[in-house]
């Protein structure tokens, strides 16, 4: 699964670490997500979503589609 989570969490000046604290998972989780290693559990996914004031597909996106 592709997904921008890396880019937003830049855009907020965040590490991973610091991403990771707020949504209650490890750093190695974000870092597997952000690299595509890890699909989210819905309710990860709402988390960021909610986090970033975005919907999931603005997100998250299947491999190959356009986000």
């Given at each position: 699964m592709d ?5 937003l969490?830049?855009?907020?000046g965040?590490?991973?670490?610091d991403?990771?604290?707020?949504l209650?998972?490890s750093?190695?989780t974000?870092?597997?997500?952000e690299?595509?290693r890890?699909d989210?559990s819905?309710?990860?996914?709402f ?6 004031d ?5 997100i998250?996106?299947?491999d190959?589609?356009?986000?």
């Open positions: 997904n921008i989570l890396n880019e969490r830049d855009r907020q965040w590490s991973q670490g991403l990771a604290k707020q209650g998972v750093r190695q974000v870092n597997a997500l690299k595509g890890y989210p819905l309710p990860l996914a988390k960021i979503a909610r986090l970033f975005l919907k999931i597909e603005e998250f996106s299947d190959g589609e356009k986000k």
